[in-house]
Nanobody, 122 residues
Framework: QVQLVESGGGLVQAGGSLRLSCVAS????????MGWFRQAPGKEREFVGA????????YNVDSVKGRFTISRDNAKNTVYLQMNSLKPEDTAVYYC???????????????WGQGTQVTVSS
């Protein structure tokens, strides 16, 4: 089992920045790929980006290109999502997830955090 706890969400004005953190406990963190997803009210869960155990990154280019950056610190069992130039359409609950591969499909992940709310005001 892997337990994931996200933090760092909040209310920010458009154009601002937030950094989300996701701390893992349980099994060896460095063995897992980590993904970030988000879900806005009335919408399906959307892939934001992922990072492999070795640090290879993939992003949902259409929605976050050039604005969001994923990183991980295996010594701290933590994955981060740095979000810059935030837009109102980025408002959603953000979830981190752990799986065997850095996939863009939520069903490929085995473990999920509880989510953290990000609200971007215009």
């Amino acid at each position: 089992q892997v337990q994931l706890v996200e933090s760092g969400g909040g209310l920010v004005q458009a154009g601002g920045s937030l950094r989300l953190s996701c701390v893992a406990s349980g099994r060896t963190f460095s063995n897992y790929a980590m993904g970030w997803f988000r879900q806005a009210p009335g919408k399906e869960r959307e892939f934001v980006g992922a990072i492999s155990w070795s640090g290879v990154k993939t992003y949902n280019v259409d929605s976050v290109k050039g604005r969001f950056t994923i990183s991980r610190d295996n010594a701290k069992n933590t994955v981060y999502l740095q979000m810059n130039s935030l837009k109102p359409e980025d408002t959603a609950v953000y979830y981190c997830a752990a799986g065997s591969l850095p996939a863009g499909v939520w069903a490929r992940y085995d473990y999920w955090g509880q989510g953290t709310q990000v609200t971007v005001s215009s």
